[in-house]
T-cell receptor, first 112, second 107 residues
Framework: DGGITQSPKYLFRKEGQNVTLSCEQNLNHDAMYWYRQDPGQGLRLIYYSQIVNDFQKGDIAEGYSVSREKKESFPLTVTSAQKNPTAFYLC???????????FGDGTRLSIL | KNEVEQSPQNLTAQEGEFITINCSYSVGISALHWLQQHPGGGIVSLFMLSSGKKKHGRLIATINIQEKHSSLHITASHPRDSAVYICAAPPGNKLVFGAGTILRVKS
């Protein structure tokens, strides 16, 4: 079945460490997105990519980095510059930027 | 003021009740999305609509573009409908999300 796979489901990070969250899709979608979700708040866009080798900052890109070397993969790195990284991270993809977005099951990141 | 506002924030219903969740937006949009997030965190897209009404099983979504308002209705609610329901509006090529409505259906 086609879908989006995020791994791991739970992730722990020590202070000062970078950590990379994986997102893979086999839907052949051009566009991919990373969102952050905090309790009581709506999802906020971190980065998005409309096509391979291209990506754009979202509303809260500071302290994060991404790459889009392959169509099916859009990994997110949470760097040590992100001062409050504890959150739930969701990856999504769509066929074209105006198509309905398909979401992964998310990764919950916590600081040790 | 958020660009996308949902109400109510929390909703508790008895099994079988008719449920309505509302979404108002202040941005110009081409379509509005309704999403469902289960306790595990995964999100499923329920509807994308730009006019009128869409129905899928016991779920009905309506939108009034002139009034910038959409509603999600659940008929004959069931405990398995318990989830967070989120509306999202795309002003351009990005989605702006409401904070979500936490629905709990008791048996």
């Amino acid at each position: 079945d086609g879908g989006i796979t995020q791994s791991p489901k739970y992730l722990f990070r020590k202070e000062g460490q970078n950590v990379t969250l994986s997102c893979e899709q086999n839907l052949n979608h051009d566009a991919m997105y990373w969102y952050r979700q905090d309790p009581g708040q709506g999802l906020r866009l971190i980065y998005y990519s409309q096509i391979v080798n291209d990506f754009q900052k979202g509303d809260i890109a500071e302290g994060y980095s991404v790459s889009r070397e392959k169509k099916e993969s859009f990994p997110l790195t949470v760097t040590s510059a992100q001062k409050n990284p504890t959150a739930f991270y969701l990856c999504a993809s769509s066929q074209g930027v105006f198509g309905p977005q398909h979401f992964g099951d998310g990764t919950r990141l916590s600081i040790l | 003021k958020n660009e996308v506002e949902q109400s109510p924030q929390n909703l508790t219903a008895q099994e079988g009740e008719f449920i309505t969740i509302n979404c108002s937006y202040s941005v110009g949009i081409s379509a509005l999305h309704w999403l469902q997030q289960h306790p595990g965190g995964g999100i499923v897209s329920l509807f994308m609509l730009s006019s009128g009404k869409k129905k899928h099983g016991r779920l009905i979504a309506t939108i009034n573009i002139q009034e910038k308002h959409s509603s999600l209705h659940i008929t004959a609610s069931h405990p398995r409908d318990s989830a967070v329901y989120i509306c999202a509006a795309p002003p351009g090529n990005k989605l702006v999300f409401g904070a979500g409505t936490i629905l709990r259906v008791k048996s």
